[in-house]
C-alpha cells in the first residue's frame, strides 16, 4: 500500500491480517489468494474453521476490506466489504461474460491497486 502506514496485528487470533491507516482512519484488511477462472478473478469471502471444530464463517463486522494477490495476473485488488457477496467466495470481471451480462458485475479494474 504505497505511502501508507500498515499495521500487523500481534498474536494469531484476530479476522484480519492487516490493518492500513490513512489520516487517522484504520481500515482492517484480510487477505486472500485469487486464481483466473473463466475470465474472472476469484477469491473466499469466508474461512473454515473446520480444524477448530466449526464450519464456514463470513467475516461481517470484523473486517473492512479483502486483500486480494493474483499469482495469475501478479496484481493485487482491494475490496470493501459491502461490495462482495459473504456467501463462499466472490469474483471480479477481468473479460465480459459470455452471456453479454452487465448489471452486478465487479470490474476487476476498480479494485486494483
Known amino acids: 500500500m504505497r505511502g501508507k502506514k500498515v499495521l500487523m496485528p500481534f498474536g494469531d487470533n484476530f479476522r484480519y491480517d492487516l490493518v492500513v491507516e490513512e489520516n487517522g482512519l484504520f481500515t482492517r484488511i484480510q487477505c486472500k489468494t485469487g486464481k483466473i477462472h473463466d475470465g474472472a478473478v476469484v477469491f473466499s ?3 473454515s474453521q473446520y480444524h477448530r ?3 464456514r464463517q463470513n467475516y461481517q463486522g470484523q473486517i473492512d476490506a479483502f486483500g486480494v ?3 495469475d495476473n ?3 485488488y482491494i475490496i470493501p466489504i459491502n461490495d462482495v457477496p459473504l456467501v463462499r467466495e466472490a469474483k471480479l470481471r477481468l473479460t465480459a ?5 452487465v ?4 470490474w476487476a479494474a476498480k479494485y486494483e491497486i
Open 74 to 76: 501478479e496484481k493485487v
Open 53 to 55: 471444530g466449526g464450519k
Open 103 to 106: 448489471k452486478g458485475i465487479r
Open 69 to 71: 494477490f493474483c499469482r
Open 45 to 47: 469471502v469466508a474461512s
Open 97 to 101: 461474460p459470455k452471456n453479454s451480462q
